[in-house]
């Protein structure tokens, strides 16, 4: 019986955890409606423009599978949901393929960062 009342609590934290993160990681355009602006959303995609200048910050949002082409490029701080983070440099022209994910965003470069995002519907 042990056992069993141990796996019941187990799957509720794991499924309190899964919840909990769902709840930080939102829409990007709920998220951050300053930095994104939606283009196109039809049953494939999702098509946003991106657009963030010198200092700003984005909240925590979520992404599914991802492609990036980079407008303008410009340095980004990308934290995800598990605290760690990175400096990604974006150059103009580039084009990025990203798998799902959860981050907060600090424009930490001197430029503004202009960007499509593809965000591909499963």
Known sequence: MRIIARFCSFLFLVAFLLTAQSVFAQDPLKAAPKAFKEKLDNAQVNVLEYSSKPGE???????????????????????????????????????VWRPAMSHSIENVGTTELKALLVEVKK
């Open 57 to 95: 910050k984005e909240a925590m949002h979520s992404h599914p599978d991802i492609l990036i082409y980079v407008i303008h490029g410009g340095k980004l701080k990308s934290t995800n949901a598990d605290g760690q983070s990175q400096v990604i440099e974006y150059k103009t022209g580039d084009v």
